[in-house]
């Protein structure tokens, strides 16, 4: 499968069967990997990534997926390169698009990866971003299918701070015609635009209390309210979120008994969700980690039409 999109930088440039096949192709990824027929397929390929921000899981996934594939990595911070000292985006693209065959970044504003992409003559991949984290929600999107056996006629319920991660959740879910139910504190919603855009082909209620929501929801998820980006109204933030939004096993056990919980980590255990629930049988968080290995596969194959 080619994708439609030279590179990925939300999940709205993707569409409902190219969300679909990104997740079967995953799925097989998985279920061969021992004797996975893509083992050269990056060969001869580079790929850079940029981290602005600190990376465990995403860091690691790309590269280990292209290095599984047979490809070359180069991972760089900031720091390491002239944009530290002023040199433009545009100029920087178009330096890296010479020596490389993909770029991943991982930035603050996501206005700098429109910037990088529109400048690049090869394909760009969001690693996240403070608006969107496209990656993670294919993913989880895999996950769910994987646990749920499909993605129809189910209930996703997201409770707490309206993240990246949320952004690209709804326009997933809008692409795929799941609906969405959302709990947050006022103040806290998800992006006026996504909304609006999204709203025109599913239907998302929000909410300021998770009670109002959490009823028959099949998968759960949220994600912390203190990050890298805003750790200068953490006692504040603390203070809308706590103990409202917080993921318990009380919560839990107003979903249907057999829903999921899902958190794209790293978690603030304690805060957003408890070690209960987080640890507890309904979490399938490491599954959503192990998924991002395999989702990376396939979205680097598809990219190239490998």
Known sequence: ????????LTINELS???ILQLIELGIKLKQNSKTDKHIDS?????????????????????????????????????????LALGESIEDTAKTLSIYSDIIVARVYEHKHLELLASNSNVPVINGLSNTFH????????????????????????????????????????????INMSIATPKGYEPKSDVIKESQKYIEIEIS??????????????TDTFISIHNLNDQ???????????????????????????????????????????L????????NEVENRLYMQKALLLSLFNL
């Not at 499968?1 to 990925?8: P, Y």
């Not at 940029?50 to 599984?68: G, H, V, Y």
Request: glycine share 4%; net charge positive; charged share 20%.
């Open 235 to 277: 006692k504040e933030r603390t203070q809308k979120f706590l103990p409202t939004y917080r993921v318990n096993n009380s919560l839990m056990k107003k979903a249907n008994k057999d829903a999921i919980f899902l958190h794209c980590l790293p978690a603030k255990r304690g805060y957003e969700v408890t070690n209960s629930v």
């Open 208 to 221: 300021e209390n998770p009670l109002n929501v959490i009823n028959n929801a099949d998968v759960i998820m």
């Open 42 to 82: 990056m060969k001869n390929k580079t790929m850079v990534m940029i981290f602005q921000k600190p990376s465990t899981r995403t860091r690691i996934s790309f590269e280990l997926s292209m290095l599984q594939l047979g490809g070359n990595v180069v991972s760089l911070s900031h720091n390491d390169l002239q």
């Open 279 to 286: 640890d507890g049988k309904q979490s399938v968080i490491w």
């Open 134 to 177: 496209p990656c993670q929600i294919l993913a989880d999107f895999m996950t769910i299918k994987e646990h749920k056996k499909n993605l129809q006629n189910i209930k996703i319920v997201w409770i707490g701070d309206c993240t990246n991660v949320c952004n690209s959740l709804i326009y997933g879910c809008s692409k795929l015609g």
């Open 16 to 18: 409902k069967n190219e």
């Open 1 to 8: 499968m080619k994708l439609s999109s030279n590179s990925l």
